[in-house]
């Protein structure tokens, strides 16, 4: 029983990080287009 949750959450910790990690690049990504768009206005 003990051992079924560890492993469960292991498999939620290693989700949520990679979650976390897919959203910091999104936010990269959005931020890259909005400098390109701005340099491109200027």
Same mark, same amino acid.
């Given at each position: 029983?003990?051992?079924?949750?560890? &492993?469960?959450?292991? =498999? %939620?910790?290693?989700?949520? &990080?990679? =979650?976390?990690?897919?959203?910091?690049?999104?936010?990269?990504?959005?931020e %890259?287009?909005?400098?390109?768009?701005?340099?491109?206005?200027?």
């Amino acid at each position: 029983m003990v051992r079924k949750v560890l &492993i469960g959450l292991a =498999a %939620s910790s290693m989700l949520f &990080i990679s =979650a976390c990690n897919t959203i910091h690049g999104m936010g990269k990504d959005v931020e %890259s287009v909005g400098d390109t768009v701005a340099d491109a206005a200027d």
